[in-house]
């Protein structure tokens, strides 16, 4: 029954086999086997290893197999262990004899690596265009908004008033940081290891360039040890999926807190929320919770994967076959959560009166008051605690900066004018005009800044 079990007597036992077995998570690396083994054998019939015609029996044989697969017709075994395994036993009850010259110059060693290597570039292309889909909402939204403003935080206290875009841009910058990791973990998958055997290399004349053109790999791997051993290409695409799910996190816990009652910046559109099965009345945030709940399983299989691995020898060690469970979850996490992402904030409504009304109240101004007397010649500590008593002055009787009197204001400071009442919401995001800042005419440059990016950079 087993393809590899000619030295043993006996059969593995029942718990054994399924202990073992990684085909209930492994047939989806089905595709990527066919591929490489198509390659493989092509290559094989190029060097004269085994001749055209067997090679065109495999190739056949191998497309039919997808098909099957493909079509729900394919039965998987678990006593065949793996996808690697459940295919080339597939293929010789098809072919006959010839299927079984399909594994010369090669071991699962090289072949599982290929074939995760292969899934790892399609899943980093996935994720890159997940990620410009979702920095192109923001940019919709952020440009929809333009002249919203908001009550800018920090210690989640009001602390100065900025454009909702500007704040909406600071997480395009954040995702336009994890596209870069992404790619740069594309670079290091790029690499082909066929022709590494099961540690040491085969013992075959392989073209191993044929291959990597084949199979669509810029690069070969240098060290068939390395090759067969390493999944630092799966940890890295896990570590910048932890670090994205922690910024889309960020978001979500935003959008939970915008959309509450008690802000009421924004308003989930329906399909994006859930009703309580007990309370009528309420409007939940699920999706963005979930968001956010699901950032702790992401960093969870990083974790798993990384202690996995820690004190491995080298070369290959069935430990290994743990990589592939967490890499999946992981992908299917991150796809999920940028593309719903993507729509919420395509249906999301700004409120606009209610975040002018929350940057009206209180003293978000208090800083453009001490900037207005250091242009005055007060040094900026001092004009700090002019303001800090002014504040307080102004909360003791319950009113606003704007509702203070001039000779109030002199109380505290001879420098202040009448044109202090010229200093408004609009004035202190206008006066933020560095590179980087809040003002319309910066968070006008980000925006186009942000529209090239997106339309130049490739994935
Ligand atoms: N199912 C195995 C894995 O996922 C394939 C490689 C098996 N190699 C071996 N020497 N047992 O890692």
Redesign the pocket.
């Known amino acids: 029954m087993s393809l590899i079990r000619g030295r043993f007597s006996k059969a593995a036992d029942k718990l054994v086999t399924e202990y073992t077995a990684?085909i209930p998570f492994?047939f989806r690396l089905y595709s990527q086997d066919i591929t490489g083994s198509i390659a493989h054998a092509r290559m094989l019939a190029r060097q004269g290893i085994i001749s055209e015609k067997e090679a065109g029996v495999i190739t056949s044989g191998l497309e039919s197999i997808r098909e099957e697969i493909e079509q729900g017709k394919f039965q998987f075994k678990t006593e065949l262990?793996?996808i690697?395994m459940n295919i080339e036993a597939r293929l010789t009850e098809k072919v006959g004899e010839v299927g079984r010259k399909l594994h010369t110059a090669r071991?699962?060693?090289d072949q599982?690596a290929l074939d995760l290597r292969l899934f790892a570039k399609e899943a980093i292309s996935d994720t890159l265009l997940g990620l410009k889909n979702l920095q192109r909402v923001l940019v919709s939204l952020a440009e929809a908004n333009k002249g919203v403003v908001m009550p800018g935080y920090t210690h989640l206290q009001p602390a100065q008033p900025v454009l909702l875009a500007h704040h909406l841009l600071a997480y395009f910058e954040m995702l336009k940081r994890d596209a870069i990791r992404f790619s740069g973990c594309l670079e290091r998958a790029d690499v082909m290891p066929l022709g590494s055997g099961?540690l040491a290399g085969v013992a075959y004349n392989v073209d191993r360039e044929f291959l990597a053109r084949e199979l669509g790999f810029s690069q070969l791997s240098q060290n068939s040890i390395d090759a067969v051993s390493d999944r630092d290409f799966v940890l890295e695409y896990e570590a910048a999926a932890s670090l994205c799910m922690m910024h889309l996190s960020r978001l979500a816990e935003e959008i939970i807190l915008w959309s509450s009652e008690e802000f009421g910046f924004v308003e989930l559109d329906e399909a994006y929320t859930t009703g309580s099965s007990i309370m009528p009345q309420k409007k939940n945030p699920d999706v963005a919770e979930l968001a956010r709940g699901k950032a702790g399983r992401v960093y969870g299989r990083l974790m798993a994967l990384l202690t996995t691995m820690k004190a491995l020898p080298l070369a290959?060690n069935?430990d290994?076959?743990e990589d592939?469970e967490g890499f999946f979850d992981t992908v299917d996490t991150i796809l999920a959560t940028l593309a719903v992402f993507a729509g919420m904030l395509k249906t999301l409504k700004v409120k606009a009166e209610n975040t002018e009304l929350a940057v009206k109240r209180g003293y978000i101004l208090a800083t453009d008051l001490a900037d207005y007397l250091v242009r005055r010649g007060e040094a900026f500590r001092t004009a700090h605690d002019i303001v800090a008593r002014l504040v307080s002055y102004a909360m003791g009787k319950g009113r606003l900066f704007s509702q203070l009197s001039l000779s109030e204001y002199k109380e505290f400071s001879p420098l202040f004018e009448e044109d202090v009442y010229a200093i408004t919401v609009e004035s202190s995001v206008a006066a933020r005009d560095v590179i980087g800042g809040t003002a319309p005419k910066q968070v006008d440059r980000a925006l186009a800044i942000a529209k090239k990016i997106l339309g130049e950079s490739k994935t």
């Open positions: 990684s492994d262990e793996d690697h071991s699962r060693n599982v099961a290959y069935r290994l076959q592939k």
